[in-house]
């Protein structure tokens, strides 16, 4: 097969060559430079440095009008460039998922609807254009979201707590930013710990997933510059129905999902849905958990579209692992000085992988939650998953990152 790739998330962290042979296939990949430099050595491919400065849907089209080329697969394995994909997919007429199905998988509008459309519970929601027009008068109480209807990462995500206000405050916004209207949403802050589920999905049927629970939030990680973590807990049937149903409904019906719910009580509330694997350390947590490398099952079944699923279900989950991120975004001089509080807990024996950067490193200004960008990540394993979670909190409360290293003895 001749396979494109869009290729926008470093190559470590997807390690293609595990889901695609590269001897078999022809296999191009179209990226930015920076990006391109991550691809292995040795690695028998095809190198295309894109410039980045229209959009990668645009770009590849203007490529192949100067190298005309056919391709069986269109690929990508970022959510910021499944649009392009399926653009591509249709403008060449490429087998795979259709820009239908993908703008249901990354508008949060869209997908909240359909959701509700199944009758399962999604906080309250509407377009920010209708709030306006209708002067914010809205039908929850209490806290109000404004989110980018396709956004990743909690960016440009605010909350408002003060509904006298609240109208006042986001029409402030707007000015003060310039933000584009028809790019955001409004909805109804619901306050309850947050889970996601990840897993696999062929044919409409999910063969593998494993849930967890986050300790921090996205949008804390992103605003404030706390810790996020998450640790893996059991899956009731419960909630291998509700993820099945939402799925159905967002029409996911082959590859990784990574799929986001508040918890009222015992009841999800949905949050959110992706077509792709989830960042941090989602995917190393879940092969030490499971033995499945998430993001080379995908691969195959994009391009093969079956897999021994049989063989797959064979591998029974370990509890009890979890991960961690410290930003750097947030950092006052964008310099790593070191941690305050973690000697003790680098040499606990529950420490799978600690990753740190060196003193004097430089942090990204861009959120990131990979290895080597921030400024430390870890990987744990407890014999039981509420310990792990006991952990984590621990080390959120008793370890942080040096702001002025003249001020510690």
Request: net charge negative; proline share 5%; hydrophobic share 40%.
């Amino acid at each position: 097969m001749n396979i494109l790739i869009l290729h926008r998330v470093p190559y470590s962290r997807i390690e293609y060559h595990r889901g695609i042979d590269h001897d078999q296939h022809d296999v191009t990949y179209l990226g930015k430079q920076s990006v391109i430099d991550t691809l292995p050595p040795g690695l028998r491919c095809k190198r295309v440095v894109r410039p980045g400065i229209s959009s990668v849907n645009d770009e590849a089209l203007q490529w192949l009008a100067q190298f005309p080329k056919r391709f069986d697969r269109i690929i990508s394995m970022s959510e910021y460039e499944l649009l392009d994909a399926a653009r591509l997919r249709e403008a060449l007429n490429v087998e795979g998922a259709s820009l239908e199905a993908v703008i249901l998988t990354r508008n949060k509008l869209k997908m909240k609807e359909a959701v509700l459309a199944r009758k399962l519970r999604v906080p309250s929601f509407m377009s920010l254009d209708r709030y306006l027009a209708l002067q914010g008068k809205v039908p929850w109480f209490g806290a109000t979201v404004l989110k980018p209807h396709s956004g990743a990462s909690s960016i440009d995500v605010s909350i408002y707590h003060q509904p006298d206000c609240t109208f006042d405050e986001i029409r402030q916004k707007i000015s003060d930013l310039s933000l584009c209207i028809d790019d955001f949403q409004v909805e109804e802050y619901i306050r309850g710990p947050i889970r996601h589920f990840d897993g696999l999905v062929l044919n409409g049927r999910i063969f593998t997933m494993l849930s967890s629970q986050y300790v921090g939030t996205c949008l804390d990680y992103m605003e404030r510059g706390q810790p996020l973590g998450s640790w893996h807990l059991e899956t009731t049937e419960q909630m291998q129905t509700w993820v099945d149903e939402v799925l159905s409904a967002v029409q996911i019906r082959n590859g990784a999902f990574h799929l986001e719910a508040i918890m009222d009580g015992d009841e999800p509330v949905f949050l959110e849905v992706g077509n792709r694997v989830g960042g941090a350390d989602v995917v190393a947590t879940y092969e030490l958990a499971t033995g499945i490398h998430m993001p080379s099952l995908e691969l195959r079944i994009h391009i093969e579209g079956e897999l021994d699923v049989a063989h797959v279900a064979e591998h029974q989950a370990t509890l009890g692992f979890g991960w961690f991120v410290f930003p750097g975004h947030t950092h006052s001089n964008l310099v790593y000085h070191g941690l305050i509080g973690a000697d003790e807990l680098r040499s606990s024996p529950f420490i799978v992988q600690w990753n740190e950067l060196k003193p004097g490193a430089l942090l990204a200004k861009n959120v990131t939650y990979s290895a080597f960008e921030a400024p430390v990540t870890g990987i744990l394993k407890t014999e039981d998953p509420q310990q792990t979670r006991v952990w984590l909190q621990a080390l959120f409360q008793q370890v942080s990152l040096i702001e002025d290293p003249t001020s510690v003895v």
